[in-house]
């Protein structure tokens, strides 16, 4: 009699990204080969999952539900309910800040992911109730299970991380000059994962815990809950895990546009990742007429739930479409960064999807005499 043989789930796709990375790298040992390629896998997997616990509440409250018996650790939150924190009810301290100061802050938090999702209003909160520390090399910012006290922000200066297993204290990663930390304590209420030590002088802007956990906890909060549901209707994503559309979900950042506002140009060098929250949005390509003049040419519209600005991102060469909007467009964009970290699972569908576009852009350049390779255009 014959029996049935269970597959276990994810098998299939493990072993055809392996096959293509033989392919693609030829390995002369393809043992040795094999050995680098899941060492590598599993050291990423962990990253992942470090990230996710790090980037959104969701996502940490998932995770910390699982089984996993390679993790090292489990770190378990409690819920944030800022309805019923006491620290909502304390004052928020006001650290007076001169013109100089204030700018210096506007710039170094400009591009901190956890802040650019806040409203003018909270954000100015948040900006008021940071202060300055100046820090000395050797300066301990944060040690390893100590309950949380602030958030960072990086002005400037050179800082390690370590953490310290069974008494073997390893470095796992250096901020040079730029970044943040100290908000996984914060948002999960759980000790210090890490202790950062100064490597030189430098200088870091300070966030509070009351601060942190009423503001930008509760707006990453409320930005979930409306985003999510949105999220799950992009085909693209739908076949994501949960906790991986959270940290989708945490990273993008909506814009507004209005009609025939430019989105993206053709010839720019691509640094986001576009999903249409709501309106029409017109792709166009230029090509060279008979007379030898330059036209752009409508290539297709992207609506609700579609997206753009991909393929650049896939191929990393300079878009070679532009993109406007059409009446009134809201957007939820995803930078370069962002992209290549969460979106490694969709990315063979993007890739699949040139093949569209070899046909659309194919239909659109056929009259023009001098018309470009599918290589040169493809990567919108």
Known sequence: MSRAIHIPEGLRELLQDFTVE???NQPRDICDFALQYFADLKRRKREEKGQALKSSY????FASDEEDNDEEFVVSAETYDPDNDEENREPTVIHPKTDQQKQRLRGVCKDILLF?????EELSK??????????AAGDHIIEQHDDGDNFYVIESGIFDVYVTDNGVTRLIATYDNHGSFGELALMYNTPRATT??????GALWCLDRVTFRRI????????RKMYDAFIQTVPLLSSLETYERMKVVDVLCPQQYTDGQRIIAEGESADCFYIVESGEVRITVRRTTEEGEIEEVELTTCTEGQYFGELALVTKKPRAASAYAVGNVK?????????????GPCMEIMKRNISNYEMQMANVLQSASNSRTFSDVATA
């Open 22 to 24: 033989v392919i693609r």
């Open 58 to 61: 969701e996502a940490m409250m």
């Open 116 to 120: 650019k999702n806040l409203e003018q």
């Open 126 to 135: 948040v900006l008021d109730a940071m202060f300055e520390r100046p820090v």
């Open 196 to 201: 950062i030590i100064a490597r030189t002088l």
């Open 216 to 223: 930008v906890v509760n707006n990453n909060a409320k930005k």
């Open 331 to 343: 957007c939820l964009v995803m930078d370069v960064m962002a992209f290549e970290r969460l979106l």
